[in-house]
C-alpha cells in the first residue's frame, strides 16, 4: 500500500442516491471510498433502474472483461445469473460473494427485479472491454 493516508469516510443510507452508471439499466449508489483511498477502490451499491410504471427492461450485459486488479460483489437482494469464463453458468443469492478474478470473461444473463448487491474493486477507474466470444477452453465446458 502506498505512503498516503486513507482518509475517513461515511455513506449514510438517508438520502442516498442513485445515478446510471456503466450500465444504462442499472443504477449505482456510489459509497463514497474513492477520495478516501486516493482511488485505490471504489464501493458501489448496484440494482436494477424502475421505470415510472414499475416495469423492468430484459437485458443483458454482453460478454466483457474489467481491467482491474480486485473486484468482489456480495448480493444484497434477490438473484442474478451470469456466465464465466471457466466457470460456465453460475446463480447467485442474497447473502452469497465472489470474487471476480482479474480480466476474467463474463456476461450477466438475467437478475430479479430486486437484486441489489455490493460491488468493489480496484482500481476505483478501470476500463471494460467488450468480448467478442467465451475463451475457447471455457466454451468447451
Same mark, same amino acid.
Given at each position: 500500500m502506498s505512503d498516503e493516508k486513507q482518509r475517513?469516510?461515511?455513506?449514510?443510507? =438517508? *438520502?442516498?442516491?442513485? !445515478? +446510471? *452508471?456503466?450500465?444504462?439499466?442499472? =443504477?449505482y449508489r456510489d459509497l463514497g471510498i474513492e477520495h478516501a483511498t486516493h482511488g485505490k477502490f471504489?464501493? /458501489?451499491?448496484?440494482?436494477? !433502474?424502475?421505470?415510472?410504471? *414499475?416495469? /423492468?427492461?430484459?437485458? +443483458? +450485459?454482453g460478454l466483457h472483461q474489467h481491467q482491474c486488479d480486485f473486484q468482489m460483489f456480495y448480493v444484497l437482494k434477490g438473484w442474478i445469473r451470469f456466465v464465466y469464463e471457466g @466457470?460456465? %453458468?453460475?446463480?447467485?443469492?442474497? *447473502?452469497?460473494?465472489?470474487? @471476480?478474478?482479474p480480466n476474467i470473461v463474463h456476461n450477466e444473463? %438475467?437478475?430479479?427485479d430486486d437484486v441489489e448487491v455490493l460491488e468493489i474493486y480496484s482500481p476505483a477507474?478501470?476500463?471494460t472491454l467488450?468480448?467478442? !466470444?467465451?475463451?475457447e477452453a471455457a466454451?468447451?465446458?
Open positions: 475517513f469516510s461515511v455513506s449514510r443510507a =438517508e *438520502g442516498a442516491v442513485y !445515478k +446510471t *452508471g456503466l450500465r444504462s439499466f442499472m =443504477e471504489r464501493a /458501489h451499491v448496484v440494482r436494477i !433502474k424502475d421505470h415510472a410504471d *414499475g416495469a /423492468h427492461d430484459m437485458h +443483458t +450485459t @466457470q460456465g %453458468e453460475q446463480i447467485f443469492r442474497a *447473502g452469497d460473494c465472489v470474487l @471476480q478474478p444473463l %438475467e437478475c430479479s477507474v478501470h476500463e467488450a468480448v467478442d !466470444k467465451m475463451p466454451a468447451a465446458r
